[in-house]
């Protein structure tokens, strides 16, 4: 038992609420601990007693015991030493409220204040009404969460307490089991590691006001810097005109052109051990840039263009024995045109996903193939970038273990 890593499981008030206990057995049967918060409103769905029965440790309701000022001094101390030896902070089911108050920073209970001194793995499984889950502030929470590393386990379509059928239902347990192991595993596995990741699109510019470029958001490359990061890594990102905020703990390097992305990679990839150019490079600029705004009085433009530097072969050029991770975004041919391109620019790993419906540019979620230089195909179903990234890097993670092996 003392390989146990403990499992310190926040259960909020809602209905789904019921389904703790066997979630308990759940992470048991994987070989965890647990230790449980249970917020008031858990309360009114579930008794402190069937989890502690299950747990066989006291459950933590409030900072504060009934008791006298010594003793509710002493428990409220020892409550958030148990929260800070924990190995991970799952929270199922999550209602808005506590996203809301996770996002926000609030601590005006004992499992909030417990996320605020907590410094492992979080991960999240939201269940509400369809209309909460949907709602602008509550996916804004979720973003928010998801920035700062959180896993986000999704809810699932069915029917709901509400008596309304629809997203918001707590996920599978089999599911919430593993995303904690992977949470688990992932911690720290990139330690002692520098990963280079490129994001967003670049313009090639006509004249001083136009430009060429792409739909990329530079959300991909950015789940990807923040989860390195998160893993431990050194992460030097180079990223294309994008808004995103700088992931925590990550060395920005901002360009515009191919050209400029280009130089940045090469400057920096003898540092990585990992390359992972999820950037949409434009392909094409003009032979020649305007001095001046084109006037339309002047007539139709005659446009000439060439092709810009080929980053990805460039970096494959000097790949070295370090794990090199491309993309490709493809219309049609998902398999088809990745595995192709994985062969032409001699890259580890290639990231296929389809663009141009719900999932890919400018979306919170991302699909498709992780397609391996050794012949694996992983599928991956919709899912959030931020899960999508931890995926992605696990898969560069065991190319590299079987590179040196």
Request: proline share 4%.
């Amino acid at each position: 038992m003392g390989d146990q890593r403990t499992v310190l499981l926040g259960v909020t008030g809602g209905i789904a609420a019921y389904k703790s206990a066997e979630l308990v057995r759940a992470l048991q049967a994987d070989g965890h601990a647990v230790q449980a918060v249970l917020t008031k409103a858990a309360t009114k769905f579930i008794t402190p007693l069937t989890i502690a029965s299950l747990t066989g440790n006291k459950v933590i309701t409030d900072l504060f015991d009934d008791s006298s000022p010594d003793e509710t001094l002493h428990s409220a101390i020892a409550h958030i030493d148990v929260a800070q030896r924990a190995d991970v902070l799952l929270v199922a089911p999550a209602t808005a409220d506590m996203l809301a108050k996770f996002a926000l920073g609030l601590a005006d209970d004992f499992l909030s204040t417990a996320h605020l001194a907590f410094r492992g793995p979080l991960v999240l499984a939201p269940a509400m009404n369809t209309n909460m889950w949907e709602h602008p502030a509550t996916r804004e929470n979720l973003a928010a969460l998801r920035t700062r590393g959180a896993r986000i386990v999704e809810p699932g379509v069915g029917e709901l307490a509400c008596g309304t059928v629809g997203s918001g239902r707590l996920a599978e347990l089999d599911d919430i089991v593993d995303a904690v192991r992977s949470a688990l595993n992932s911690e720290g596995d990139l330690r002692d590691e520098c990963v280079l990741v490129t994001a967003g699109p670049t313009r090639e510019a006509l004249d001083p006001v136009r430009y060429i470029s792409n739909r990329s958001s530079g959300r991909m490359g950015f789940a990807l810097a923040n989860e390195a990061a998160r893993r431990g890594a050194r992460v030097i990102l180079v990223a294309g005109p994008v808004t995103q905020p700088t992931p925590p703990g990550c060395e920005r390097i901002d360009v515009e052109s191919a050209a400029e992305m280009h130089r940045a990679v090469l400057q920096h990839l003898g540092e990585a051990s990992f390359a992972v150019m999820a950037a949409a490079v434009a392909d094409y600029r003009p032979e020649q840039q305007a001095a001046s705004k084109l006037k339309k009085r002047d007539g139709l433009p005659k446009l000439s263009l060439e092709e810009t530097p080929d980053i990805l072969q460039s970096a494959a050029a000097h790949k070295g024995g370090r794990v090199l991770v491309g993309f490709a975004a493809e219309t049609d041919d998902l398999e088809a045109n990745g595995r192709r391109k994985l062969q032409s620019k001699g890259c580890d790993l290639m990231v296929a996903n389809p663009v141009g419906g719900a999932t890919g540019f400018d979306s919170e979620l991302n699909q498709g193939m992780l397609l391996a230089a050794d012949g694996s195909t992983q599928r991956l179903a919709p899912m959030s970038k931020a899960e999508m990234a931890g995926r992605i890097l696990d898969e560069a993670i065991r190319l590299r273990k079987r590179m040196a092996a």
